[in-house]
Nanobody, 121 residues
Framework: QVQLVESGGGLVQAGGSLRLSCTASGRTFSSYPMGWFRQAPGKEREFVAAINWSGGSTRVAESVKGRFTISRDNAANTVYLQMNSLKPEDTAVYYC??????????????WGQGTQVTVSS
């Protein structure tokens, strides 16, 4: 059974930083793109960032470009999202995903359970 487990969410003040982690189990995802999406209350889930299997290519949403960085450690089956200069509008549940890169985004085939990020003003 495939599992994606996120961690690292929490409450932070505007301007602060958090690093999210997502570890995959039940299958080796080192050959697959991984990424992050988020969903704020009352809004649709939106793409945040994705990374190809080797880590050599990334995609980042315009709304977080220059502030968020995605990386991965294939030996640990883990993907990370470093979030700096956080804003209240970054408040959302963040979901890890595994899937396929599509243009500037990705299609997700597997989802994690999500981790809450709350940014206070």
């Amino acid at each position: 059974q495939v599992q994606l487990v996120e961690s690292g969410g929490g409450l932070v003040q505007a301007g602060g930083s958090l690093r999210l982690s997502c570890t995959a189990s039940g299958r080796t995802f080192s050959s697959y793109p991984m990424g992050w999406f988020r969903q704020a209350p009352g809004k649709e889930r939106e793409f945040v960032a994705a990374i190809n299997w080797s880590g050599g290519s990334t995609r980042v949403a315009e709304s977080v470009k220059g502030r968020f960085t995605i990386s991965r450690d294939n030996a640990a089956n883990t993907v990370y999202l470093q979030m700096n200069s956080l804003k209240p509008e970054d408040t959302a549940v963040y979901y890890c995903s595994v899937g396929v890169l599509l243009g500037t985004s990705m299609r997700s085939d597997y989802w994690g359970q999500g981790t809450q990020v709350t940014v206070s003003s």
